[in-house]
Structures are given as structure tokens and as C-alpha cells.
């Protein structure tokens, strides 16, 4: 089992490689080698089958990629599926669900059975509003929590997500020293961002990857730096509000084994 990255890098040129070489006018060779360089990437879960695929990065066109969900305010299922399948049509190659309505599962798997693009999402949105439900807070969330509900999205057939491994305590350190005037305008930036103050831990998709069924070793994948920045002693009581990047992280996921491609 192996990943589209893997795969490029020992040479071969895969099935999807192929559809995006023809889709973008280039040869198979030059997505190949994009992938291996880590210039291109093809969102494709292999536990979901679609026709349409697309490749994302260096020397190919602009994709576009359409965000739709319910929410707390707005908890229609059909109004979502509706504006999937006006995406489509007006040519989005990707969607991004993300939901934090009553029934995120359930929405989710909707959104996978009628569309036939790529679908990213963003786990620390269901894993904050289940941490709710169960904690009464967000950042009663647990680690293996969050690592839980990255598992079971991926294992469904997203292909690609926002986890925020760019968010970590040296991050969080400078800003505060340097001063923003924004706030944290990513969303999940501010749930692991309060998160990490409240807990006094580090991110967890920057500490590692929790062991996977099928790992026996129960080594964790590494998505920083083998250095860890300090935490600070204590909470401050005034911080500056930084503005937080997601990271994208394209999934293509062997059955019972992690091999993510971590990305800043």
C-alpha cells in the first residue's frame, strides 16, 4: 500500500497522475515528478471513488475549491446538498464541508455520496463540538479526541484537510511578543489556539500522530521539527490575538496505516 507521493518518488506514475497530466495539457512525467518534489499535490482518497480528479500546485491552473456546511444558525441538510451540487456545476474542483450543525456524520457522509469532487473538511470542528457535548467546553478536548475524529473523516473518504500543524507555541511566542492588530481569524486556529493556552500543551498534530490500528510498533508520524518550543510557565492574561493559518493536508490512506504528508 503505498501514496501518491510515495509512489512518484520511486518512479512510478500512477492512474491519477495520469488523469491530471491529460486534465492540465502536461505530460505524465511532469505531475510525476511534481508530486515526488512535493510541488503538486492530487487529493484522492483511495477509500472513495470518484471520476473527477484534480491536481493542485506548481505549473498547473488555479482550482477552485467551494465551502458549504450547516452550522448552529442554519441546520439544513437539503439547502447544503443543494449548494454541492451548484458547485459542481459551476466548476469547483473541490468542496470543503464545514459543518458544525446537529448531525456533522451525517452531513458528511451526504456530502461524500453525491459529489463527485474532491472533499476536504476540518476535524477540529466536529472534535470541538462533540468536546462540548461531552466536557462542556472545548478545551476539555482530549488529544486522542481530536486524533479520533481525524481518523474516522479520512477512513470515510475525505481527501484532503485543515488541521493547523502550522500553529505551534513558538508561533504563538512571537506574535505575542510582536503584537497584532487582528484577531484569529482562522476559526480552528482559535479553538487550538485557546486550546493550547488553557491546557498549557502543544498542538497535538505538531506533538505527532497518535499509534493507528495496524501500527504495532506504535511509533508516531512527525509532522515538526524535532525541536519543540518551550511552553510557556503560565497563561498570560493579556496575548496578542494572532491570525493563525490552516495547513492543507492532502490524504491518501492504506487501509489500517497512517502515511500522511504533512505540510506547513
Not at 502536461?26 to 471513488?49: C, Q, S
Not at 488541521?163 to 482559535?190: E, F, P
Not at 485557546?194 to 498549557?200: R, V
Not at 499509534?211 to 508516531?220: D, I, L, M, S, V
Request: with cysteine; net charge positive; proline share 6%.
Amino acid at each position: 500500500m503505498s501514496t501518491q507521493m510515495l509512489d512518484a518518488r520511486a518512479g512510478k506514475i500512477t492512474e491519477e497522475m495520469e488523469k491530471v497530466a491529460l486534465m492540465e495539457g502536461v505530460t505524465p512525467e511532469f505531475v510525476r515528478e511534481g508530486v515526488a518534489a512535493g510541488r503538486i499535490v492530487i487529493p484522492k482518497n483511495k477509500n472513495r471513488d470518484r471520476s473527477q480528479i484534480c491536481g493542485i500546485g506548481a505549473g498547473l491552473d488555479v482550482k477552485v475549491n467551494g465551502l458549504m456546511g450547516t452550522s448552529s444558525d442554519r441546520n439544513d441538510m437539503a439547502m447544503e446538498a443543494r449548494k454541492l451540487r451548484l458547485l459542481e456545476e459551476c466548476g469547483a474542483n473541490a468542496f470543503m464541508d464545514l459543518s458544525t450543525g446537529d448531525d456533522i456524520d451525517g452531513m458528511r457522509k451526504q456530502s461524500l455520496a453525491i459529489s463527485n469532487i474532491a472533499a476536504g473538511c476540518v476535524p477540529v470542528y466536529q472534535a470541538s463540538v462533540e468536546a462540548i457535548k461531552k466536557h462542556g467546553s472545548m478545551v476539555g478536548m482530549t488529544s486522542d479526541e481530536l486524533f479520533e475524529t481525524l481518523e474516522k473523516q479520512a477512513q470515510e473518504g475525505m481527501d484532503f484537510m485543515a488541521i493547523h500543524s502550522a500553529l505551534n507555541w513558538q508561533v504563538l511566542n512571537t506574535l505575542r511578543k510582536t503584537g497584532r492588530v487582528t484577531d484569529v481569524v482562522s476559526r480552528g486556529g482559535s479553538f487550538l489556539t485557546a486550546w493550547m493556552f488553557h491546557n498549557q500543551k502543544e498542538n497535538p498534530p505538531v506533538r505527532g500522530i497518535r499509534p493507528a490500528a495496524g501500527n504495532p510498533q506504535g511509533q508516531r508520524t512527525r509532522c515538526s521539527p524535532s525541536a519543540t518550543p518551550s511552553v510557556p510557565a503560565a497563561v498570560p492574561t493579556l496575548w496578542t490575538r494572532p491570525r493563525c493559518r490552516a495547513s492543507w493536508w492532502p490524504v491518501s490512506w492504506p487501509s489500517g496505516h497512517w502515511t500522511p504528508e504533512c505540510r506547513s
